[in-house]
């Protein structure tokens, strides 16, 4: 392994993090364009569902596949193959003239983020090797990371206003393509190491999450006894225990279930699969209340969460504070705590009300997901030997996407089966064609603005009554997880927790290296 020179540093850390800054900014950036998507190349609820899934769904299925990839044939190499195959899948979204070319288009997004991302952490770590120096490096990374998720929105309103919805698209490209040229002079290539693919690990965790998220998506629409959504839920509650059962076994798994032997970890794991539970799932449709129900303009909806981004920008340094002072746990209790305050508390709120009303909402759910982020790449840091360091981020990295995914289908899901009930009823009542109830406001291929005032005040209404029970059950959810995490890493009695700068925790997995 060659190091690169101090004066590199600079550079290399600039890379990863403008790289992975594109990256996390791509999960979310799509929401603001979706009700433009839905008018344009007429997509219905799961069509949007599966824009948003199909980059996530493919992100999360092959993202321990790309670090296995990158220590077998070189860190470098996967990461500029991921970054090259990521800005062809942008260009192909922006060009899409249909729906099912754009879902493809995404996928081959998620394949390119898969195999950059989990290269990026483990070159930092090799790169920085003084423990103070990398614990800025990451934490400066980590914020980058969490900050490509926060200004999504706030960037997506004004280019789709400005350029239409394939400007959030087209806006990789020139990233993407000046990514390349300086990752290529300024990134050092490692070692390789001989590692087997795990193709059965590979094909079952594949198999079993499309199976899940493709029976949660499809299930409102055609019904949750259709013999398709039926047969691939039975798939999912097969393949999935088989992947663990598998994994357990493997002599060089895709994900190293020994891991999960720390409390520690286990609990920075289900932080993370949380976090993208509740607020991936909650970011799919709030776009579509304040662009379709509020009457906001994409830009209007997008600058209303600046509050958000910059309590995140806040709360990463402080979050790296608190975990240097005090260990994860309270940044991370606290950070979903406040996180599942926000989602219960934005459900109290509808179409009337005033931004000054909820600005407070944004703020504190802002906070809370700034406090999450950074713990959890520093206890990866801290708990995980540096030839190790590649697998553990990619299967925090993994588990973060999964959540993402199962919250949009899962909250999707609830919010479906709610309005198709709830607007099935009244459409009934008003004497209206029940197929109104198979699009989401401002979705259907004719604009619910040419319907009649009795009709769109109904879709709106069961909107509304169905977003608020999938913000309070992703609140709960996420109230749950702030306690089982609380008892996961509540340090063991008579012992005072004394956080880890520089000084790794025992590591239970060691015996099965």
Not at 120 to 130: A, K, N
Not at 247 to 265: Q, T, Y
Not at 484 to 508: D, E, I, N, S
């Amino acid at each position: 392994m060659t190091k690169p020179p101090a004066r590199r540093k600079g550079l290399v850390l600039a890379t990863l993090c403008a790289t992975m800054f594109m990256a996390m900014l791509d999960n979310v950036i799509v929401n603001n364009a979706l009700p433009r998507i839905g008018q344009q190349l007429h997509s219905g609820v799961s069509g949007l569902q599966w824009v948003v899934e199909g980059y996530s769904l493919v992100y999360a299925a092959l993202l321990l596949t790309g670090g296995t990839l990158g220590d077998r044939f070189g860190r470098k190499r996967i990461f500029l193959s991921g970054l090259a195959v990521f800005t062809a899948g942008s260009a192909a979204a922006a060009l899409s003239g249909s729906t099912g070319t754009l879902i493809a288009a995404r996928m081959l997004q998620g394949l390119g983020a898969a195999l950059l991302t989990p290269g990026s952490l483990s070159i930092l770590r090799h790169v920085f090797t003084d423990e103070k120096e990398r614990a800025r490096a990451v934490g400066l990374w980590s914020g980058v990371s969490a900050l490509g998720l926060a200004v999504g929105p706030v960037l997506g309103g004004p280019i789709v206003d400005t350029f239409g919805w394939a400007g959030v698209f087209w806006i990789n490209v020139p990233i993407g393509v000046a990514g390349l040229l300086l990752a290529a002079r300024v990134l050092p290539e490692f070692a390789t190491r001989t590692r087997r693919l795990d193709l059965p690990g590979q094909a079952l965790s594949a198999l079993g999450f499309g199976a899940l998220v493709y029976a949660l998506i499809e299930g409102p629409t055609r019904g949750w006894t259709d013999t398709r959504v039926l047969a691939l839920a039975a798939v999912a509650t097969l393949a999935l225990p088989a992947f663990v059962a598998v994994e357990a076994r493997s002599a060089a798994p895709m994900l190293d279930l020994h891991f999960f032997r720390d409390r520690v970890l286990t609990g920075a794991a289900v932080s993370g699969f949380m976090i993208s539970f509740g607020m991936f799932g909650a970011a799919f449709f709030l776009p579509l209340l304040m662009q379709d129900v509020m009457g906001w303009s994409p830009s209007d909806a997008g600058l209303a969460g600046l509050p958000m981004t910059a309590m995140i920008v806040v709360a990463a340094p402080l979050s790296a504070a608190l975990t240097s002072r005090h260990g994860p746990r309270l940044p991370l209790v606290t950070g979903l705590a406040l996180c599942a305050t926000a989602l219960g508390s934005l459900s109290l709120y509808g179409a009337d009300a005033r931004y000054p009303q909820y600005v407070w909402v944004l703020l504190t759910m802002g906070l809370g997901m700034g406090m999450t982020f950074t713990p959890v790449s520093i206890t990866i840091m801290q708990r995980v030997d540096p030839a190790r360091a590649g697998m553990a981020s990619a299967t925090l990295n993994t588990l973060r996407e999964i959540g993402g995914v199962i919250g949009v289908a899962a909250l999707g899901a609830v919010l479906s089966s709610r309005l198709t009930a709830t607007l099935t009823e009244s459409l009934h009542r008003l004497g209206a064609p029940a197929e109104l109830g198979r699009h989401l406001p401002g979705t259907a291929p004719d604009s619910a603005a040419a319907f009649p005032a009795p009709v769109r005040d109904a879709v709106n209404a069961a909107f509304i009554d169905a977003l608020h029970l999938a913000l309070r059950c992703g609140g709960a959810a996420l109230a749950a997880a702030a306690l089982l995490v609380a008892l996961l890493l509540r340090p063991p009695r008579g012992v005072t927790p004394t956080p880890a700068a520089g000084q790794p925790a025992p590591q239970p997995e060691a015996a099965h290296r």
